[in-house]
């Protein structure tokens, strides 16, 4: 199966590389042509196609005969790169292909999600940072979203909790809404984040889905497997 990764030399992209290469799939890797150098233990055995994920033209070329699109979301800078990139995967992706996306808790799909004071505290305060520094722009994320979950593609939006390094665990547990006890602990190591993502290529009870996920070893996620 050929797979696609868009945003593939981050933190996040080089263990999702790393997964689909461990399950023999063939990779496509979209990133800045300045990262490429991060993608280099991995340059003989995927292809890469070095520029801007929010590139029409590049992702046309690089999603071409995809089974898979996993689509690293990021929120940097004022140029609606995570909208422009979301799109540009949605344009050109094959018709059957699986679409999945990353985000975090804060993206909600039908706004049933309950968040604690702490976390829209915190939110408020990196969006309006972000957006005086002209760093991140939160809102373009989340429109984003908008309109991946008003395309009829076959797509699953995955909501990362707070992130750690660290040897995986094993798959993230996932609940539909945040609020749900399964998810208090809000922590998950990336490499598992990844792995959820590569997995969720498979899982079409995923299909229209925004999974919000947590470490399976939590204390949360424990918990609720122990009850
Ligand atoms: N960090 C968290 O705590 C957290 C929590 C929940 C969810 N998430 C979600 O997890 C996903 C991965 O996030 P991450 O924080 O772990 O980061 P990451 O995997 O390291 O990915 C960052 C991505 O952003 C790109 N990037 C960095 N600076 C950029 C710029 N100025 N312009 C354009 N692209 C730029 C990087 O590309 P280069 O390699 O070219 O630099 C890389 O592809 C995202 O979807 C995020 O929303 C993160």
Not at 22 to 43: A, F, I, N, Q, T
Not at 187 to 199: G, N, P, Q, S, Y
Request: a neutral charge; proline letters at 4%; charged letters at 25%.
């Amino acid at each position: 199966m050929k797979v696609c990764i868009v945003g593939a030399s981050g933190k996040l992209g080089q263990y999702m590389v790393q997964h689909c290469l461990d399950k023999g799939y063939e990779v496509v890797g979209v990133c800045r042509s300045k990262s490429v150098d991060k993608l280099d233990r991995y340059k003989d055995r995927i292809s890469i196609f070095p520029g801007p994920t929010n590139d029409r033209e590049l992702i046309k070329k690089a999603v071409s005969g995809c089974k898979a699109v996993l689509t690293v979301l990021v929120p940097w800078g004022v140029q609606q790169y995570s909208s422009g990139t979301a799109q540009a995967v949605i344009d050109f992706a094959e018709p059957e292909a699986r679409l999945i996306f990353s985000c975090g808790w804060h993206i909600s799909k039908d706004g049933k999600d309950v968040y604690s004071r702490k976390f829209l505290t915190g939110l408020k305060l990196f969006s309006r940072i972000g957006k005086l520094f002209r760093m991140i722009e939160i809102d373009d994320q989340v429109e984003a979203c908008r309109r991946i979950f008003e395309s009829d593609l076959q797509w699953t939006v995955v909501r990362g909790s707070s992130l750690e390094e660290g040897e995986s665990q094993g798959l993230p547990v996932w609940s539909t809404y945040v609020g749900d006890p399964i998810l208090k602990s809000d922590l998950t190591r990336r490499i598992d984040f990844a792995l959820f993502m590569v997995e969720a290529i498979n899982k079409d009870d995923l299909i229209h889905k925004a999974p919000a996920i947590v470490g399976c070893q939590s204390p949360s996620a424990l918990e609720h497997s122990e009850a």
